[in-house]
C-alpha cells in the first residue's frame, strides 16, 4: 500500500488491531512480521477502503506545517552559499528533504479537496552573513518544524496521517543531529525530540 | 471483557505473548492505549540490551563507546516514561530487559533480525547491527503513532521516534563519516532504510 503522500504503508496496518497483534507478538516490527499479523486478502482490502479520510480540519493542520515546511526552505535556500565543505553538503541535502516534505503535504491537502498555503515572497530570515550564524539560523529553523509536527500530529484524526507525519519529524530530528555534530555538539542531546533546544 | 480487565489483559498479553502469528484472544480486539505503550516499552528494553551489550563487547573505539553510553542512556530514559505512561490495571507487570543471550535473541527474531550480535567480534559489523535494530524499531513507533489516540502517548512516541532516528543516524555518520546521503538516506523515516 501506498498512501497518499507515497510514503509506504502495509495493508490494514495502521490500525489498533495490527499493532495489538504486534505486542502480542512481544515485538515483531519488521515488514513481513507485519503483513503476516494484518493478513491480506478482501477483508483487509475492505478495512483500507474504510480507514478515515483526510478531513477539513487536518487541511488546516497540514497549511500549518507546510507554512513552516516553505520558511525551512527558504533558510536552506538563502543558507547554502554561506556554508562550505560538510555543512554545505548537509544543507543541500536537507533543501531537497524539505522540498519532499512540502511536495507531499501539499499533495495530500489537494488530494482531500483543500488548497496548500504557497510559499510568501519574502521571509524574515535576519541576516546571517557567516557559517556559525547560517547553521544557528538553520538549528532555529528545525526546532520550529519539530514543534510544529509536535503539535500537529495529536490533532490529526488518520492514523496512517499522523504515521507519515511522525516519519517527517523524525527526518527533521536527523536534520538537527547532522547540524549539532557540524557544530561540535552532541549530535542527540536529549532522549525526547522536543522543540526546546 | 471490558475496561480495566480488559486493559489489564491486553498488557499481560503483551508482555507474554510468544508469537506473532497466534496471538492470545484477548489481543483480537480493541483494547486502549496500554497494550501499544507496552509493545514500544518492549522494544525500548532490547535496545537497552543491546546498548548495554555493545559496552560490554570491549570491541569499540573510545568514539563509539562514548556515543554508545549516551544512546544507552537516553533508552532507559525512555524505558522510564514509558514505564510511567502505561496505566497499571489489576496489577499487570511490564516487560523486563533481556536478561540472558537466549532471551536477547528471542526478541531479535521477533523482530525479524536473524542474526545475533554475540557473532560479532568487530565494531564496524557491530555498529551496523545497532543501526538495524533502530531502524526496525522506527518502523514498529510509526505503526505504533498510527494506532495511538491519547495525547500524551503520542506525543511520548512521537519525540521517542525522532530520537531513535538521530540514533540511527549518528551511528552511520560513525560508520561513513561526513558521508550526509548515508547517515540521513530518505526524507521520511519510515523505519526502512
New interface residues.
Partial sequence: MVDPLGVELLPDCPTRRALLRTAGAGLAAGSSSLLAGCGGGSKAKKKLVSDPAVRQGDIAVLNKVLALEHTAIAAYTAGIPLLSGHARAAAAEFLGHELAHAEKLAATIRGAGGKPRPPQANYALGNPSDEAQVLRLLNVTESSLVNAYLIAIPKLAPGWLRAVAAGILANEGQHISVLQAVQGHPPAPAAFVTAVE | MRGGAAAAA?IA??VT?????D??GA?????GDA??L??LL??EQ?LVAAYERALATGILSAAAQS?VR??L???R??VH?LSGAVPRGAGASLPDSPQTTSAFD??LR????RRSPTELRNERPYLRFLVELEV????????????L?G?KP?????????????????LR?LLSP?N??R??P???????T
Avoid: W
Fill in positions: 491486553a498479553a503483551a505473548a510468544p508469537s506473532l502469528l496471538p492470545p489481543l483480537a480486539a480493541p483494547l497494550a501499544v507496552v509493545s518492549r522494544v532490547v556515543l549516551s544512546f542512556d537516553q533508552e530514559a525512555h516514561a528471542a526478541e521477533a523482530l525479524r533480525i526496525v524499531i522506527a518502523h514498529h513507533y510509526r505503526f505504533a503513532i498510527a494506532s489516540e495525547e503520542l506525543l511520548t512516541a512521537a519525540e521517542i521516534m525522532a530520537n531513535e532516528a538521530q540514533h540511527a543516524t549518528s555518520e561526513g550526509v546521503k547517515a540521513v530518505s526524507a521520511f523515516v519510515a523505519g526502512t
